[in-house]
């Protein structure tokens, strides 16, 4: 292969590479190697990563064309690299989760969720940028669209990862919108399924309620091909459930029995959207017009922020107390506020707060019983400009408080031409019924837009 199609390569679909890969038409060593090409050339805007080695990676390539060779049963990623969010511990590479309170931080273990890509066949590629402590400071990453925006966060370097052809699946994570704003922001495609799904083992901890592991991907089969693998119990995670695991890539990949009903819910907080998603949204639902409903949501669904506040922020001063206590001077001011305010909370507010959630849901089992799925916007807007703020996860604060699976589809564009996320929402643990839909929706949305919809994966 020469250098152009190499970086060709780059670009790939994690399914067609992984096949090509199966079938010995492409060597997982020389598709690596297109990803750190990219990365070579984009790193120094982009800013994605906060470790790499580069040797270290075609190494763990070079081992897996050799394994391939043998003729033994291959996983599902084999030879595919991935980027790790850098609050998820790989025991040969640092986890210093964006704080220098943990510079040089080497963990001895892995994650359950890099054992289980590895098992898979993945290659893990390098550690990408987090917030400090997977919280709200930004780390030093732009957005692959443009370097004077934010790409969103906590997973920041993940999405943008993937977004600039860096590497083809990166794993994130979500309390409140981690996963589908930078998605949205960078004009990927994100994942966080149900609350559960994927042991959280090794990861940093900042809310057992609501901490929720996801992907990054450019196309919904990616999305599927890489979560299928880490679902799973985990004796460690009392979160995770034991039961079989989803049929995600299959299901996928299905066409649906009848065409998915999917209903338009704007929630409590679509004042807080600009014009761009007001006018985008309208369009969607005139492309979609037999296709979706619109209903809204009862006035108790608009406590939902105040509800997920209580719960995080409680969180945080409980799981980051003893950071706070040991270096507090290290912390930003706004992490210490939100860890302060924690402190604050009274043992009814926050125990009220975690009951609200069942309640909550209970108000949205005949919405799941009618439609496939909730479609509603991923963020209020494009990426905003500057790099001190990752932007407001306000549209993804309902959602990710029940534990609902979510996806952020790279559906729309905003007056400047920055891409604009759809996110669609479906029931728990209905995980593989919401990527068939997703799918289809994506699917559905280019067949029928020529131009404004749509933008370039």
């Not at 997982?28 to 805007?45: F, N, P, Q």
């Not at 703020?389 to 306000?394: A, N």
């Amino acid at each position: 292969m020469d250098g152009h199609t190499q970086l060709t390569a780059a670009e790939f679909s994690a399914t067609t590479a992984a096949q090509q890969i199966r079938n010995g038409e492409l060597s997982s060593a020389l598709y690596v190697r297109a990803c750190l090409e990219h990365i070579e050339a984009r790193e120094k805007t982009v800013r994605a990563w906060i470790h790499i080695d580069p040797e270290y990676a075609v190494e763990q390539a070079r081992r897996a064309d050799e394994f391939r060779q043998t003729g033994a049963d291959l996983g599902p990623l084999h030879g595919l690299p991935v980027g790790v969010k850098d609050i998820i511990d790989t025991h040969d590479m640092p986890t210093e989760c964006g704080t220098p309170l943990f510079a040089g931080r080497q963990p001895t273990g892995d994650a359950q969720a890099v054992a289980a890509l590895r098992e898979a066949g993945a290659i893990i590629l390098g550690k990408t940028v987090s917030t400090e402590l997977a919280v709200y400071s930004p780390g030093k990453t732009t957005n692959p669209n443009d370097p004077a925006r934010t790409p969103g966060g906590s997973s920041s370097g993940s999405a943008a990862a993937v977004a600039a052809n860096m590497v083809p699946l990166a794993l994130g994570s979500q309390t409140n919108g981690s996963m589908i704003r930078p998605a949205s922001y960078c004009g990927v495609y994100g994942f966080k399924p149900s609350f559960g799904a994927i042991s959280r083992q090794g990861v940093l901890s900042l809310s057992r309620a609501l901490d929720t592991i996801g992907v990054f991907a450019r196309c919904v089969e990616d999305l599927a091909l890489v979560t299928e693998p880490l679902v799973g119990y985990d004796v460690r995670d009392p979160d995770t459930r034991l039961r079989a695991r989803p049929h995600l890539v299959a299901t996928a990949m299905s066409e649906p029995p009848l065409a998915p009903n999917l209903v338009f819910v704007k929630s409590p907080v679509w004042d807080q959207a600009d014009e761009d998603v007001h006018g985008a949204f309208t369009e969607l639902a005139d492309l979609l017009s037999g296709h979706c409903d619109e209903i809204e949501l009862p006035e108790l669904f608009g406590s939902a922020v105040g509800w997920h506040r209580t719960i995080m922020y409680a969180d945080l001063a409980k799981g980051l107390g003893r950071l706070y206590e040991d270096g507090k001077d290290k912390l930003s001011t706004r992490l210490r506020g939100m860890i302060e305010e924690g402190q604050g909370c009274l043992a009814i507010e926050y125990n009220r707060a975690l009951d609200m959630i069942d309640v909550l849901y209970a108000g949205l089992a005949q919405v799941f019983d009618r439609y496939d799925a909730i479609i509603t916007p991923a963020t209020t807007g494009e990426a905003p400009l500057g790099l001190d703020s990752t932007g407001d996860p306000v549209f993804c604060t309902l959602w990710t408080l029940m534990g609902l699976p979510a996806v952020s589809l790279p559906l729309l564009q905003g007056s400047n031409n920055m891409p604009i996320g759809v996110q669609l929402v479906g029931a728990r643990n209905d995980d593989a019924r919401l990527l068939r839909t997703a799918r289809w929706l994506d699917q559905h949305v280019k067949d029928e837009s020529q131009s404004e919809l749509q933008i370039p994966c």
